[in-house]
């Protein structure tokens, strides 16, 4: 039997799966360096305020990648929800503000699930040898691989509000960095360079603090679901470091050079 079939047939698939490759560098190439229309600029800017401080470099760049994001995600609305661009553009325009200026990207990440406001999920609780179902109230959750999923009233709200400390977005977000290293422990993938010792010493040193101020019954400034554990330690300090990041930076100066050192920005000094 001739291998020249064979031969012929391989060389075409792989030619054709060339053609897609380069084909979607072109298109990634073409969303990241295309801007945004004046109306979807404007709805950005009025829902979500936080992008306002960004310097200009940054704001073009988010702008691109906004663009990639939408063109990547399936945006799918629950009990009854109809999704529209404004919707999209606000979760979008805060997803992205993890990654504005760095090389990672949500690559696993293809829907995201909207519901109208707060939404139940069940759950096990081990008690023994038995485990118990409970329905849970939930304002978002962060799936490895995808989906997200977040409640609408709760998006929208934590991106209206750029400095009460709490957004659903940023935070669901954050596990989805988090988990781009296979797991979800609040150990991200580092910037080049960056130590995993500094990692270490500051993310702990901020976490134990953090619980022993709630213990103490004292105010914190990361939300206290933030003592739940590690991976949630990290969510909730990556919405600090966006929202308040110049109490942040004071507080917790160690904590805070890590994470501006790991997204490559400096919101303390935006205006």
């Known amino acids: 039997m001739s291998l020249w079939p064979i031969l012929v047939a391989t060389m075409l698939i792989a030619a054709f799966l060339l053609y897609r490759y ?6 990634r190439k073409a969303l990241l360096a295309k801007p945004l229309s004046p109306e979807q600029r404007a709805v950005v800017e009025r ?3 936080l992008v306002r401080r960004l310097p200009q470099p940054l704001r073009i760049a988010l702008e691109g990648k906004i663009n990639l994001f939408l063109d990547q995600i399936t945006f799918r609305g ?3 929800l109809e999704v529209s661009d404004d919707m999209r553009l606000s979760i979008a325009a805060q997803a ?5 200026n760095s090389p990672v990207w949500y690559d696993t990440l293809r829907n995201i699930l909207i519901y109208p406001s ?3 999920t069940h759950r096990g609780t081990p008690d023994g040898h038995f485990i118990h179902e409970n329905n849970h109230a939930t304002l978002g959750e962060s799936w490895a691989r995808g989906p997200v999923i977040l409640s609408w009233d709760h998006a929208l709200h934590g991106g209206l509000d750029a400095e009460d400390g709490h957004n659903v977005v940023i935070h669901e977000f954050a596990h989805q960095l988090d988990g781009l290293s296979g797991h979800t422990d609040g150990v991200p993938i580092l910037r080049k ?3 995993y010792a500094g990692w270490e010493s500051a993310m702990l040193d ?3 603090d953090h619980v022993e101020r709630l213990e103490r019954g004292e105010h ?3 939300d206290p679901y933030g003592a739940t554990n590690h991976e949630e330690f990290f969510a909730e300090s990556i919405v600090t470091f966006f929202e308040r990041p110049q109490a942040l930076r004071r507080e917790e100066p160690a904590l805070y050079a890590q994470l501006a050192e790991l997204l490559a920005l400096n919101p303390a000094e935006w205006a």
């Open 22 to 27: 380069f084909a979607r560098l072109r298109n």
């Open 47 to 49: 829902l979500v305020p």
């Open 78 to 80: 629950q009990n009854g």
């Open 96 to 100: 992205c503000l993890l990654i504005v």
């Open 118 to 120: 707060a939404f139940l």
């Open 193 to 195: 360079g960056q130590a």
């Open 206 to 208: 901020a976490y134990h």
């Open 220 to 222: 914190t400034l990361i």
